[in-house]
């Protein structure tokens, strides 16, 4: 599995995230960090797959449907191994929202996932494997953003759902474009720490044998 460094710069095939299409972003409650905001924050010992290392490019997560977002953001460090509970702490949900998006216009994403993944040199490794290799990962979504004109996103296989597809949105910081000129709220927030959301999440996690205590 291509477990290495990625050359300066990788020119992946570039797909559409067509207008019309709805996706799910989890994030905070917080009235300044929105739906439609992106993370400056360069990524440290925690964050996610492609997160930028440098700050040399905003980003944030969504998913296809809610399944897929709350394993993509939840499940990826509960164990997968049969004789370990994949457990989920009620800690984890708080102060944290569900929202959905409609893409409002065409916006050109790299594709990493099936055939895309053998045109940069990769292969499931890049989008499966566990957060110890996150610095890796997140060198090689700045080599595949430098070298992939126009891309402003990156989508993929979700690493709990083979069905299913994230994006992540990456947006430096002189685009001049944001993801409000992209998109729009459609639905939310909705609370993931009260009862009604403990609930929802409850139901999702036990499609990928994951409980909530």
């Known amino acids: 599995m291509p477990n290495r460094p990625p050359p300066a710069s990788v020119t992946a095939h570039v797909g559409s995230l067509t207008a019309g299409t709805k996706l799910w972003r989890i994030h905070s409650a917080d009235p300044n960090r929105g739906a439609l905001t992106l993370n400056p924050t360069p990524a440290g010992a925690g964050g996610g797959r492609f997160d930028s290392s440098d700050?040399?490019?905003?980003?944030?997560?969504?998913?296809?449907?809610?399944?897929?977002?709350?394993?993509?953001?939840?499940?990826?460090?509960?164990?997968?191994?049969?004789?370990?509970?994949?457990?989920?702490?009620?800690?984890?949900?708080?102060?944290?929202?569900?929202?959905?998006?409609?893409?409002?216009?065409?916006?050109?994403?790299?594709?990493?996932?099936?055939?895309?993944?053998?045109?940069?040199?990769?292969?499931?490794?890049?989008?499966?494997?566990?957060?110890?290799?996150?610095?890796?990962?997140?060198?090689?979504?700045?080599?595949?953003?430098?070298?992939?004109?126009?891309?402003?996103?990156?989508?993929?296989?979700?690493?709990?759902?083979?069905?299913?597809?994230?994006?992540?949105?990456?947006?430096?910081?002189?685009?001049g474009v944001g993801l409000h000129d992209l998109m729009a709220i459609s639905q939310g927030p909705i609370k993931l720490d009260d009862r009604a959301g403990l609930e929802l999440v409850r139901s999702h996690l036990a499609q990928y044998n994951a409980t909530l205590i």
């Open 55 to 175: 700050g040399s490019y905003h980003y944030s997560y969504f998913g296809e449907d809610i399944s897929t977002c709350i394993a993509e953001t939840y499940c990826r460090s509960l164990p997968l191994d049969d004789h370990v509970p994949r457990i989920l702490r009620k800690a984890k949900l708080a102060g944290r929202v569900l929202s959905q998006v409609t893409v409002t216009d065409d916006v050109p994403v790299a594709l990493v996932h099936g055939s895309h993944l053998t045109a940069i040199g990769q292969d499931t490794w890049l989008t499966k494997c566990d957060p110890v290799d996150y610095r890796i990962t997140r060198d090689w979504a700045a080599s595949i953003l430098c070298g992939t004109d126009r891309a402003l996103g990156i989508k993929y296989r979700a690493r709990n759902d083979e069905d299913r597809y994230s994006v992540v949105m990456t947006i430096t910081p002189n685009a």
